[in-house]
């Protein structure tokens, strides 16, 4: 069997082959209310129909003020885990695996979606107060909104809202609830020196600045089935060699100690920290070297999947094949080619390893 296709067991989860769907924002609330419509509908449930064998969604904000953009996702009410429930169960219907990204975006909050200028948003425009580990806003050109550190009872608040979060996912019809700790958005800044330069038991030290991130997905394990899994994206590194950063082999440290607290895989992505912050190599598989150190300096057998420019079929299958990670996560190409997948069996001469919707069988000979 090409080991592309061959399904990933987690705990009592079967992802049936090894193409995700990467989170990716769709900016596509248009009433800014968090709801998810039609567009998230036909755009995640076509990617199922594309043959891939989980399905993400985009960052999904836990609360309000942690959208990126106005028209970002939300999952803060039961209203909204109504409004995806019709989602996880067309992508289930089509032998895919939902899965939903929890996410805050902290300090990088309120800022027009990216057709729109993608500048700062002002409270009286549109926009909101943002929170961060410190009041410093993220550095825009243009005036950030007003930015406020979080104080023990807004940590907790902030744990609070994951935790129910996921609680909704679970009622909605996810079975993997990612925790998003990566790009520079609320957990990341706790967890980069860069950004966190708070002085009590949330900063200073490698424990104080993972201890939110360790909090928020225990809260998250807390109420996730034990038999679903749950993953985390980090960024593994902040790709700012010349300052006090966030490291690679922090990346190392911090997935192990996740994966004490149940975390079945770690999603490797990298950056977003600061504006400066940019990967030295842009190439295909740009990050994948990050998932294999984890995949191989953890002392725990916690899974990885790779992600970042991995746009054809045989890099995918290769990723696999050669034991580099256990999951080939692709964005962008998905945005090109829903089919993937599918394409992909077609490619490496292997529709009779997957399923294809029978509809469409006499186009795709599976
Ligand atoms: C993204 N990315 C992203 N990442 C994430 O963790 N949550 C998100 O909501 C988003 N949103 C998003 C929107 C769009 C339009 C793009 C293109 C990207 C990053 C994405 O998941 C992925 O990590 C990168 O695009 C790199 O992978 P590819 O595109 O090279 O396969």
């Not at 990467?22 to 995640?44: F, I, K, N, V």
């Not at 790709?239 to 996740?258: C, F, I, K, N």
């Not at 069996?345 to 069988?361: K, S, V």
Request: aromatic letters at 8%; glycine letters at 8%.
């Amino acid at each position: 069997m090409t080991a592309l296709f061959s399904p990933l067991e987690l705990r009592e989860t079967t992802v049936p082959n090894r193409v995700m769907v990467s989170p990716m924002c769709q900016y596509s609330c248009e009433a800014r209310d968090g709801l998810a419509t039609d567009w998230h509908r036909t755009h995640l449930g076509s990617r199922a129909v594309g043959g891939a064998g989980l399905v993400m969604t985009e960052a999904t904000a836990v609360e309000a003020r942690g959208r990126i953009s106005p028209e970002d996702l939300g999952i803060w009410s039961d209203e909204h885990a109504a409004a995806l429930e019709p989602i996880t169960t067309f992508i289930s219907d089509q032998g895919s695996v939902p899965g939903i990204q929890l996410a805050h975006a902290g300090r990088k909050a309120s800022i027009e979606r990216p057709w729109d200028g993608h500048d700062p948003l002002q409270p009286d425009d549109g926009g909101w107060e943002v929170v961060g580990p410190s009041d410093d806003p993220w550095p825009y050109d243009d005036e950030a909104p007003p930015t406020t550190a979080l104080d023990q009872n807004g940590i907790e608040s902030v744990i609070d809202s994951f935790r129910a979060a996921a609680e909704r996912a679970l009622d909605a019809g996810f079975e993997v609830a990612e925790v998003h700790a990566a790009h520079g958005y609320l957990l990341h800044q706790f967890l980069s020196p860069v950004t966190n330069h708070r002085e009590d038991d949330y900063g200073g030290d490698f424990a104080g600045r993972t201890r939110l991130t360790r909090e928020v997905t225990a809260a998250v394990r807390e109420v996730w089935p034990d038999d679903k899994p749950v993953f985390v994206r980090l960024s593994a590194t902040d790709w700012l060699p010349d300052r006090d950063a966030w490291t690679v082999e922090d990346s190392v440290r911090l997935s192990d100690q996740l994966a004490d607290i149940g975390v079945d895989l770690i999603d490797v992505s990298g950056g977003g920290i600061h504006p400066e912050s940019s990967p030295d190599y842009a190439g295909p598989n740009y990050q994948l070297r990050y998932a294999e150190r984890i995949r191989e300096e953890t002392e725990s057998d916690i899974a990885v999947g790779a992600v970042g420019g991995i746009t054809t079929p045989e890099q995918a299958a290769a990723v696999i094949a050669n034991d580099r990670a256990d999951m080939a996560i692709v964005g962008r190409e998905h945005l090109r080619d829903p089919y993937f997948t599918m394409n992909a069996a077609r490619e490496l001469d292997a529709t009779d390893e997957i399923e294809g919707p029978p509809q469409y069988r006499r186009a795709w000979g599976f």
